[in-house]
């Protein structure tokens, strides 16, 4: 089993910068591909960014795009989240997930590619 807690989402203001962490357990961080999902109340999850192993592949969301940036530490065992240009819509719970298999493409963006999953981080932006 893999654990992952996320951490660093609180209250700010429209235009703030604001960057999540996720820490894992385990000696085998490294070997995950690590995802960043969000669910806003009464909507789906959605996917927001994802680090491939290697740290070299990223891929994103088309509503954040341009405004946010994942990366890793594996020395740390960590996954970031910089999140610029905060905007209201972009309040939710922050989920990160960590995918065992390596996978080609968009296929990261599904919940399904992904095997262990943190508690998650509320962000709330106010406008």
């Known amino acids: 089993q893999v654990q992952l807690v996320e951490s660093g989402g609180r209250l700010v203001q429209a235009g703030d910068s604001l960057r999540l962490s996720c820490a894992a357990s385990g000696r085998t961080f490294s070997a995950y591909a690590m995802g960043w999902f969000r669910q806003a109340p009464g909507k789906e999850r959605e996917f927001v960014a994802l680090i491939r192993q290697s740290g070299n592949m990223r891929y994103y969301g088309d509503s954040v795009k341009g405004r946010l940036t994942i990366s890793r530490d594996n020395a740390k065992n960590t996954v970031y989240l910089q999140m610029n240009s905060l905007k209201p819509e972009d309040t939710a719970v922050y989920y990160c997930?960590?995918?065992?298999?390596?996978?080609?493409?968009?296929?990261?963006?599904?919940?399904?590619?992904?095997?262990?999953w943190g508690q998650g981080t509320q962000v709330t932006v106010s406008s």
């Open positions: 997930a960590a995918a065992a298999g390596v996978y080609s493409g968009d296929y990261y963006r599904q919940p399904r590619a992904y095997d262990y």
